[in-house]
């Protein structure tokens, strides 16, 4: 049962959004000119989310850049300058959440430094959620927009045996020197995600013999698409629309499950396209993906490739064991290291909501319309969406629906449909964004 507070409860008339990240910002924005009104809880003193490098959450690093390109990750009414880069960095992106705060006018309605540590559903109806400093709060609503990089994932079981050099997740790198020395090192960086790539292409330096690190090698457990993020002199995704985009009208008025082979294979088509150019992981001794290019996200970074072809970094498949600073891999070849870097990624996680509040553990979690509680009214999730476009955009479209039910004109189905329709969002496959929001436009029609 929820705590009843001895002071008179608030009137639960407006509700609250959870982060003030790229998605939170998103909801934020939406709401306010919506005429909702809302109180936002933010654990940090920044808007931005892992784009405040120096002073905000972990999972950011100093030489991050965006993965796509300014016009499609871009708010659908808050464009770059003509003079941003095609992919921004950190400090870039941290000055463009903070503009479009303050463009918007909402800034005053979110409390920076305000962790929270509970939420749960009132006996009456709406949500109470507890700060950290023990203050409680009644909303008809809650919005959780906290972000997908709360929790590390590490390997479990590890591979054994016990190494005797430095280790850290990616979550906590910053840049070469911190917070471990790596100059000079023999660095093992894990997994073949984005931030693998970039952190090893960092560390391996600009040309054969000028690394930072004495020799960088990447392993993986798995494989995954590797694509540059610029091809042909122009952004991989130059030609892709924009997550708020219609889809052509031909697309709207086929069958959904013809539609999604449709773009199926559009995305195959390009994808071949590209790799008969560049080359698949195992031309660089990685392994190459077992699924198709629909159901992951690829792997993008410009210098990657390139550093592979020269050996500055060695491709590995997954650790098979571990002997003091000796790592042997599953095809029994060695390496020498100092210190691994495990980039492992995250899962999810939503330490102030108990598993007996969402009704299963946090990497189960089903949501109708990848939104909505299904079994919890007033319980929503802005950004957990696995996404082949830009996640913000599509966050933002995301709000516009949530906005729609919140003042009525969204009607939600029953509770049995929701829960029928609702969707496991860590585990399916990445949406088609269009499509996706084809669906949603369609539900406020």
């Given at each position: 049962m929820p705590h009843v507070p001895h002071h008179q409860p608030e009137p639960i008339e407006s509700v609250c959004v959870l982060g003030a990240g790229p998605s939170g910002l998103a909801v934020c924005k939406t709401l306010h000119e919506a005429g909702i009104p809302f109180d936002c809880f933010e654990a940090n003193g920044s808007v931005g989310g892992i784009w405040d490098v120096e002073g905000?959450?972990?999972?950011?690093?100093?030489?991050?850049?965006?993965?796509?390109?300014?016009t499609k990750m871009a708010y659908a009414d808050f464009p770059f300058s003509e003079d941003?880069?095609?992919f921004v960095g950190h400090a870039g992106m941290l000055d463009y959440f903070n503009a479009y705060t303050d463009h918007f006018g909402f800034r005053d309605r979110i409390r920076f430094n305000c962790p929270v540590g509970q939420v749960e559903p009132r006996a009456g109806g709406g949500w109470q959620v507890e700060l950290q400093d023990g203050s409680r709060h009644?909303?008809?609503?809650c919005i959780v927009a906290t972000g997908q990089y709360g929790?590390?994932?590490?390997?479990?079981?590890?591979?054994?045996?016990?190494f005797d050099g430095q280790q850290m997740h990616a979550a906590d790198y910053l840049d070469p020197k911190a917070p471990i020395d790596c100059e000079d090192k023999r660095v093992v960086v894990v997994g073949l995600g984005s931030s693998a790539a970039e952190i090893a292409t960092e560390l391996a330096g600009g040309a054969k013999g000028s690394g930072i690190a004495e020799h960088v090698t990447l392993s993986a457990r798995s494989g995954r698409y590797v694509l540059p993020k610029t091809f042909q002199g122009q952004p991989l995704d130059a030609n892709a629309p924009h997550p708020s985009a219609s889809l052509p009208s031909f697309l709207t008025w086929i069958p959904e499950a013809l539609r999604i082979r449709l773009l199926q294979g559009f995305l195959k088509s390009a994808l071949g396209r590209i790799e008969r150019k560049t080359g698949r992981p195992s031309k660089w001794n990685l392994p190459n993906p077992t699924f198709p290019p629909w159901a992951e996200r690829p792997t993008l970074s410009d210098g990657f490739i390139q550093a592979l072809e020269d050996r500055r970094i060695e491709g590995r498949p997954e650790i098979a064991s571990f002997d003091g600073k000796t790592i042997e891999f599953v095809d029994s070849s060695v390496d020498e290291?100092?210190?691994?870097?495990?980039?492992?990624?995250?899962?999810?996680?939503?330490?102030?909501?108990?598993?007996?509040?969402l009704g299963c553990e946090a990497s189960e979690l089903k949501l109708y319309r990848r939104i909505a509680h299904p079994t919890q009214p007033g319980l929503f999730f802005i950004g957990y969406t696995r996404?082949?476009?830009?996640?913000?955009?599509?966050?933002?479209?995301?709000?516009?629906?949530?906005?729609?039910v919140l003042k009525g004109s969204i009607a939600l189905p029953g509770r049995a449909r929701q829960i029928h329709q609702a969707i496991k969002v860590s585990q399916a496959l990445p949406v088609f964004c269009n499509a996706y929001v084809l669906d949603l436009r369609r539900d406020g029609a």
């Amino acid at each position: 049962m929820p705590h009843v507070p001895h002071h008179q409860p608030e009137p639960i008339e407006s509700v609250c959004v959870l982060g003030a990240g790229p998605s939170g910002l998103a909801v934020c924005k939406t709401l306010h000119e919506a005429g909702i009104p809302f109180d936002c809880f933010e654990a940090n003193g920044s808007v931005g989310g892992i784009w405040d490098v120096e002073g905000g959450d972990r999972g950011g690093y100093r030489s991050l850049q965006t993965n796509t390109s300014k016009t499609k990750m871009a708010y659908a009414d808050f464009p770059f300058s003509e003079d941003a880069p095609d992919f921004v960095g950190h400090a870039g992106m941290l000055d463009y959440f903070n503009a479009y705060t303050d463009h918007f006018g909402f800034r005053d309605r979110i409390r920076f430094n305000c962790p929270v540590g509970q939420v749960e559903p009132r006996a009456g109806g709406g949500w109470q959620v507890e700060l950290q400093d023990g203050s409680r709060h009644n909303y008809s609503a809650c919005i959780v927009a906290t972000g997908q990089y709360g929790t590390q994932r590490w390997p479990d079981p590890g591979p054994p045996g016990r190494f005797d050099g430095q280790q850290m997740h990616a979550a906590d790198y910053l840049d070469p020197k911190a917070p471990i020395d790596c100059e000079d090192k023999r660095v093992v960086v894990v997994g073949l995600g984005s931030s693998a790539a970039e952190i090893a292409t960092e560390l391996a330096g600009g040309a054969k013999g000028s690394g930072i690190a004495e020799h960088v090698t990447l392993s993986a457990r798995s494989g995954r698409y590797v694509l540059p993020k610029t091809f042909q002199g122009q952004p991989l995704d130059a030609n892709a629309p924009h997550p708020s985009a219609s889809l052509p009208s031909f697309l709207t008025w086929i069958p959904e499950a013809l539609r999604i082979r449709l773009l199926q294979g559009f995305l195959k088509s390009a994808l071949g396209r590209i790799e008969r150019k560049t080359g698949r992981p195992s031309k660089w001794n990685l392994p190459n993906p077992t699924f198709p290019p629909w159901a992951e996200r690829p792997t993008l970074s410009d210098g990657f490739i390139q550093a592979l072809e020269d050996r500055r970094i060695e491709g590995r498949p997954e650790i098979a064991s571990f002997d003091g600073k000796t790592i042997e891999f599953v095809d029994s070849s060695v390496d020498e290291a100092d210190l691994i870097i495990w980039a492992t990624g995250y899962r999810p996680a939503f330490p102030f909501l108990s598993d007996a509040v969402l009704g299963c553990e946090a990497s189960e979690l089903k949501l109708y319309r990848r939104i909505a509680h299904p079994t919890q009214p007033g319980l929503f999730f802005i950004g957990y969406t696995r996404v082949i476009c830009s996640l913000w955009p599509l966050s933002e479209q995301q709000s516009l629906w949530l906005a729609g039910v919140l003042k009525g004109s969204i009607a939600l189905p029953g509770r049995a449909r929701q829960i029928h329709q609702a969707i496991k969002v860590s585990q399916a496959l990445p949406v088609f964004c269009n499509a996706y929001v084809l669906d949603l436009r369609r539900d406020g029609a």
